[in-house]
């Protein structure tokens, strides 16, 4: 079974950056697709980014946040930037299997913008 297993997560002041990672026990290079959401609090969970040979980003993200993958590593990175209250929320790494089309998900890391 395919784990994915997120850190980098945390508080940090309006303005500021965080690098989230996702660790996954399988070779990254057997998911078609890799991916960030977010649940913000009292919402439903939402797309943030992914990368598929090239890389899409919701426009609430576009510009601050850059989603990167390191295939030597077997690691899923979101290096967010510029980040606001609004940012406020639970992240989780997905992904999904090249030949198995099963989709995975990481327990979710917390990331807290305020002041």
């Known amino acids: 079974q395919v784990q994915l297993v997120e850190s980098g997560g945390g508080l940090v002041q309006p303005g500021g950056s965080l690098r989230l990672s996702c660790a996954a026990s399988a070779n990254t290079v057997s998911f078609k697709s890799m991916a960030w959401y977010r649940r913000p609090p009292g919402k439903e969970r939402e797309w943030v980014a992914r990368?598929?040979?090239?890389?899409d980003y919701a426009d609430s993200v576009k510009g601050r946040f850059t989603i990167s993958r390191d295939n030597a590593k077997n690691t899923l990175y979101l290096q967010m930037n510029s980040l606001k209250p609004e940012d406020t929320a639970v992240y989780y790494c997905?992904?999904?299997?090249?030949?198995?089309?099963?989709?995975?998900w990481g327990q979710g890391t917390q990331v807290t913008v305020s002041s």
């Open positions: 990368i598929l040979g090239t890389t």
């Open positions: 997905n992904a999904v299997g090249l030949f198995s089309q099963n989709t995975y």
